[in-house]
């Protein structure tokens, strides 16, 4: 059964610094892994999606990478703002189609 | 266009009681999937539907869930007797065409069993 890990579980930065969420996930024959935001209260955003046969993706300053053989991704965000925080959510979909997500970290971006 | 689109946002009912929620999918949409959201319990799956294919109904937690999809659109989880350990977040996503395309999700239905 796939298990998804996201580390840290919270964490707490200045405005403008550059940090990264880690996810690992346990088996690799996965189809893509997305990474989502999600705000209090509200639904999922998805932010990246990186196929299996891809290495990273990238949207303005979000960076996302894939090392599929050993289960790991990162997401990179450049230059945080206040208006980042929010919980980011992994998650990786297997044959059997749906996702499945990891517990969260839940980032701060201090002005 | 629009997106994925829920309701109702929020529903309070009493233990033992049916709930039916609604999801209206992107237009176009092929696959359809459920997922709820609880304290402690983070997301998990429910129930999938791609086209005209059967469910896959693999995460529904009870025989007490059940959901359909008419005319491959608009989905309706139902939730009979429902429990006090029954609330949570439903989530509903779709994508274009099921397995390796992004599933886009709506706001949620918060249920709350008293």
């Known amino acids: 059964k796939q298990e998804v890990t996201q580390i840290p579980a919270a964490l707490s930065v200045p405005e403008g610094e550059n940090l990264v969420l880690n996810c690992s996930f346990t088996d690799s024959a996965i189809y893509n892994l997305q990474w989502f935001r999600q705000d209090p209260g509200k639904g999922l955003t998805s932010l990246l999606l990186i196929q299996s046969s891809q290495r990273e993706q990238t949207s303005g300053r979000l960076n996302a990478s894939l090392d599929k053989s050993s289960g790991r991704s990162t997401l990179y965000i450049a230059a945080s703002q206040p208006g980042d925080s929010a919980t980011y959510l992994c998650?990786?979909?297997?044959?059997?189609?749906?996702?499945?997500f990891g517990s969260g970290t839940q980032l701060t971006v201090l002005p | 266009g629009a997106g994925v689109s829920q309701s109702p946002s929020n529903k309070v009912t009493e233990k033992g009681k049916d709930v039916e929620l609604r999801c209206d999918p992107i237009?176009?949409?092929?696959?359809l999937y459920w997922y709820r959201q609880s304290l402690g319990q983070g997301l998990e799956f429910l129930i999938y539907?791609?086209?005209?294919?059967?469910?896959?109904k693999s995460g529904l937690p009870s025989d007490r869930f059940s959901a359909e999809r008419t005319g491959g659109s608009v989905s309706t989880l139902t939730i009979q007797r429902t429990q006090q350990e029954d609330s949570a977040v439903y989530l509903c996503a779709s994508s274009a065409a099921g397995q390796g395309e992004t599933q886009y999700f709506g706001p949620g239905t918060r249920l709350l069993v008293l």
């Open positions: 539907f791609q086209g005209n294919s059967a469910p896959d």
């Open positions: 998650a990786v979909e297997g044959s059997a189609r749906q996702l499945t």
């Open positions: 237009s176009g949409h092929t696959a």
